[in-house]
Nanobody, 123 residues
Framework: QVQLIESGGGLVRAGGSLRLSCAAS????????FGWFREAAGKEREFVSA????????NYSDHVKGRFSISRDDLKTSVYLQMDRLTPEDAGVYYC????????????????WGQGTQVTVSS
């Protein structure tokens, strides 16, 4: 059973930074692609970023490109999301997920999800 545990969320002022972590267990970590999604109140879950398992290829939504950075540490079986220059529009619950197969940006293509970590950005 794959388990994902996110951490690092919190309250930050607009313009500030947060670093989210996702600790994974129960899978061959180095052979999976991982994604970050977020869900704001009253909105659908949306793709934020993803990172591949072999080449470390990354992908970002247009909303966060240039401000967020995804990385992974295969020895620590963890994935990170560095979020800079946060805006109130970045607020929501952030989820880490393991890609099963398919499109990185499609939430339905992810097999396992963490419980999420709340990010709140004050204006």
């Amino acid at each position: 059973q794959v388990q994902l545990i996110e951490s690092g969320g919190g309250l930050v002022r607009a313009g500030g930074s947060l670093r989210l972590s996702c600790a994974a267990s129960g899978a061959t970590f180095s052979m999976h692609a991982f994604g970050w999604f977020r869900e704001a109140a009253g909105k659908e879950r949306e793709f934020v970023s993803a990172i591949g398992w072999s080449t470390g290829t990354t992908n970002y939504s247009d909303h966060v490109k240039g401000r967020f950075s995804i990385s992974r540490d295969d020895l620590k079986t963890s994935v990170y999301l560095q979020m800079d220059r946060l805006t109130p529009e970045d607020a929501g619950v952030y989820y880490c997920a393991v890609l099963r197969v398919g499109t990185w940006t499609n939430a339905n293509d992810y097999a396992y999800w963490g419980q999420g970590t709340q990010v709140t950005v004050s204006s």
